[in-house]
């Protein structure tokens, strides 16, 4: 009797584990739609304010696939000069990216700036990469800090 017992007691408890591996848990990519910190490129720019100056990352294609060639675009709210970049992984390290950003030749006031960007593929589902955007205003050199997933599949 006390066998059965254990067996049926094991049984509840292996059940219980199969109810909750079901299709009801949270998904990486639901915990990363919930995370407003990082840009949503298919939702728009990725906008911020940098000591009164707006600044806005674009990213084509959206979905920011790795491997692949990747057009950026950076418009200010104002006249900036010297936009670079460096990106890198924000949780591992994938070694440092840097590179600069050029005045759009259709844009002679100095706001939109354009350039390009391939990282590699990580082995996980779930990268996040980090910009960290370099730029000079009349008050000095400021910075702004753009995270975002690769390989996104929202």
Request: glycine share 6%.
């Amino acid at each position: 009797m006390t066998q059965m017992r254990c067996i049926t007691l094991f049984l509840l408890v292996f059940s219980a584990f199969l109810t909750a591996c079901g299709d009801s848990s949270p998904s990486a990519d639901e915990n990363f739609v919930q995370d407003p910190s990082l840009c949503q490129f298919q939702q728009g720019a990725c906008k911020q304010l940098v000591d009164g100056v707006g600044v806005s990352l674009t990213l084509y294609p959206e979905h920011a696939p790795s491997e692949e060639n990747l057009q950026l675009a950076v418009n200010f709210d104002q006249t900036v000069n010297n936009v670079s970049y460096v990106v890198e992984g924000r949780d591992m390290f994938m070694g440092v990216i840097p590179g600069k950003l050029a005045a759009s030749p259709v844009n002679n006031a100095q706001q939109l700036f354009e350039g390009n960007l391939i990282y590699g593929s990580c082995s996980s589902d779930y990268m996040i990469w980090r910009m960290t955007l370099n730029f000079e205003t009349e008050n000095g050199v400021q910075t702004a800090v753009f995270d975002f997933r690769a390989d996104n599949p929202i």
